[in-house]
C-alpha cells in the first residue's frame, strides 16, 4: 500500500508534517521529490535571473 506524505528536512532528518500509521521498526522506501518551484529557484540562483527558455527546459528534462 502507498500513502504520499508532505516531510520536512531538519538536522539530517526527515520529519513528516502528518502522523503515519507504521509500527516502530517497520522499514518504507522513500522517494523525494522537490518542488518545481524550488527547481526553478535554485536554477535561477545558478545562472541569474534572465534564463533562456531552452536553458531552462534542457534543465528540467534533466530533472524528470
Keep these: ?3 504520499v506524505v508532505e516531510a520536512i528536512y531538519e538536522n539530517g532528518v526527515l ?3 502528518k502522523k503515519l500509521s507504521l509500527k516502530d521498526g517497520q ?3 522513500i522517494m523525494i ?3 518545481l518551484v524550488d ?3 535554485r ?3 545558478k545562472y541569474g ?3 533562456p527558455s531552452k536553458d531552462l527546459d ?3 528534462k534533466k530533472r524528470r
Design 27 to 29: 522499514r518504507v522506501k
Design 58 to 60: 534542457d534543465f528540467l
Design 43 to 45: 536554477f535561477r540562483e
Design 49 to 51: 535571473t534572465k534564463i
Design 15 to 17: 520529519k513528516p508534517l
Design 33 to 35: 521529490e522537490e518542488r
Design 1 to 3: 500500500m502507498g500513502e
Design 39 to 41: 527547481v526553478i529557484s
